[in-house]
């Protein structure tokens, strides 16, 4: 009998012992650590990331977690973290980008790294402290929450058929156009208790979308 891979909701961690563990974090970039109970990734000009195995599944499953985004300023115009999950194609993902600079949060279902269908929403750290990407019933969902007990529903899109693959990882990457390096931080990593669901909001749609860089994991 084929072993069936795990869904999404069977990765957890809450950080807490120190170490990044390199089992789960298998695909980590550019020295992502933890520190305070929190992991932490660095934002710089360059480009770090916390990424899992590519071992998982989305389909009838979750990615939760609470989020810190990097410092806004310092002559920065981006200064963004991705939490994006990854298909086997490059560009092909879906997720969210927050950036203080540009005070917005944009919530993606990309191919070829652009969705023209993104929603656009202004970056509020108490509004959008917790993250959630669920997919259930063909049905993806983008949510946020002020506690990870209820949750405001952002997004919905038709599932793409990748979401049911098995090798599907999950990356927060931080990076900032100019400014001094600082780091974007992540906790409770799919350690949520059992959710509440809000009125669906589409506030801030006017904004514009969060400029493209070089990173092929950047921008909208």
């Known amino acids: 009998m084929e072993a069936l891979m795990p869904a999404f909701g069977m990765l957890t961690d809450d950080f807490n012992d120190g ?42 499953s979750q990615i939760a977690l609470k989020v810190f985004p990097p410092a ?19 560009g092909t993902d879906a997720g969210f980008i927050v950036d203080p600079a540009q005070a ?6 990309r191919v070829g790294y652009a969705d023209g269908a993104a929603v656009f929403l202004t970056y509020s750290a108490i509004d959008h402290a917790w993250l959630r990407l669920r997919e259930d019933a063909g049905t993806m ?9 209820t949750w405001t529903v952002r997004r919905t899109a ?14 927060v990457e931080a990076h900032r156009d100019a400014g001094p390096s600082d780091f974007a931080e992540f906790d409770q990593f799919n350690i949520v208790r059992p959710a ?23 921008g909208g």
Do not use: H
């Open 19 to 60: 170490v990044l563990d390199p089992v789960k974090w298998s695909q980590s970039y550019g020295d992502p650590s933890e520190a305070g109970g929190r992991a932490r990734v660095p934002c710089t000009t360059g480009y770090a990331g916390c990424r899992s195995a590519s071992s998982y599944s989305l389909a009838w």
């Open 72 to 90: 806004a300023g310092g002559g920065a115009t981006s200064a963004a973290m991705s939490v994006l999950v990854l298909s086997d194609v490059g």
């Open 104 to 109: 917005a949060i944009g919530l993606y279902l």
């Open 141 to 149: 969902r983008w949510e946020t929450s002020v506690d990870g007990l």
């Open 158 to 171: 038709a599932s793409p058929a990748w979401v049911s693959q098995s090798n599907l990882s999950f990356l």
């Open 196 to 218: 509440r669901i809000g009125a669906p909001s589409r506030t801030g749609a006017g904004l514009s979308p969060l400029a493209r860089t070089t990173s092929t994991l950047s």
